[in-house]
């Protein structure tokens, strides 16, 4: 069996595997949006992960991120949340191509995985960087600490 083959036979217990796990996370901003939502974008997010690794193209995950990244940053979302939800969606992906490739393959289906989910973390970081250094960050008040308190 192709790693294609497995994660699309797969894919409806990965994803599943994956939603409990977030819905587990606490996350404020995926609990507040409800499992369905969670499961939804852990479902687009698997589906082009699948095509970046059929087609060997990272074009779709890496668009797709930064797309998510601005929705989330815009709705405050912290970028823990939205990494923690790629997390995720890799252990189960991982956990599942551990128990049915055979050994000899097993490095080079997970490397696919993971390069796959990298670029997807890497451009959801870098266009949280991106947006955090158009806003505006209040001032700190700093006196305390020049002052030798330790607290308020």
């Known amino acids: 069996m192709t790693l294609i083959d497995l994660l699309e036979e797969?894919?409806?217990q990965i994803l599943a595997e994956a939603a409990l796990s977030l819905s587990r996370s606490?996350?404020?901003?995926?609990?507040?949006?409800?499992?369905?939502v969670g499961h939804?974008?852990?479902?687009?997010?698997?589906?082009?992960?699948?095509?970046?690794?059929?087609?060997?193209?990272?074009?779709?995950?890496v668009e797709y991120m930064t797309q998510v990244a601005d929705e989330r940053f815009h709705a405050g979302y912290a970028i823990?949340?939205?990494q923690i939800a790629i997390n995720v969606l890799e252990e189960a992906m991982w956990s599942h191509i551990v128990r049915r490739t055979p050994p000899d393959e097993l490095a080079e289906a997970l490397g696919l995985v993971?390069?796959?989910?990298?670029?997807a973390k890497d451009?959801?970081?870098r266009a949280y960087v991106s947006l955090a250094g158009k806003t505006k960050a209040?001032?700190?008040d700093m006196s305390a600490l020049f002052e030798g308190r330790t607290s308020g």
């Open 138 to 140: 209040p001032s700190l």
């Open 26 to 36: 606490d996350l404020t901003h995926y609990r507040e949006a409800g499992q369905a």
């Open 114 to 119: 993971s390069t796959v989910l990298g670029a």
């Open 123 to 125: 451009s959801l970081a």
């Open 80 to 82: 823990r949340e939205v």
């Open 10 to 12: 797969e894919g409806d």
């Open 40 to 61: 939804e974008r852990l479902a687009d997010l698997f589906r082009l992960a699948v095509a970046g690794i059929r087609d060997r193209n990272l074009v779709a995950v």
